[in-house]
């Protein structure tokens, strides 16, 4: 398994890992037409101080995760994840993916990550929880953090901390 930088050739791929996780498993009735930022990818994350990347496992990209600047020094990571055959510790993608997005939002100077999810997401809570993120009520997030319409928990990451 390896992690790289999204290509515009990985656009299919990384659709097809995330909508059957929204669709599926958590029972979102959601499209890529509720998601344009899926559609621009390199636009909207691969820009200012943001990034996005893939993880690939035996030539077939496995998980996801985007890194948005928000201005100020602030970001919010979104689109973090890993297809069910691919979580957990033996493979340790999530961690990976959220270790690489945290190492180089330090190196770019970001001083926070913010993130939202949706109530649904308990496992996902309890790993951004032990790696370092504390929730905030939505009333406490930066004006130019992008509120995704099924978010209704979120977590910020101080990093100058």
Known sequence: MHIRRFEPRDYDAVVNVILPIQRDEFGFDVTVDHQPDLRIIPEFYQRDLGDFWVAEADGKIVGTIGLVD????????????????????????????????????????????????????????????????????????????????????????????
């Open 70 to 161: 928000i201005g100020d020094g602030l970001a919010a990571l979104r689109k973090m994840f890993v297809a069910a055959e691919w979580r957990g510790r033996e493979h340790g993608i999530a961690a990976k993916l959220l270790g690489l997005l945290l190492a180089t939002a330090r190196e770019r100077g970001i001083r926070a990550a913010y993130l939202g999810t949706t109530d649904r997401f308990l496992a996902a809570h309890r790993f951004y929880e032990k790696n370092g993120f504390a929730e905030v009520a939505r009333s406490d997030l930066p004006a130019s953090f992008p509120v995704v319409f099924i978010d209704t928990k979120f977590y910020v990451h101080r990093l100058d901390a």
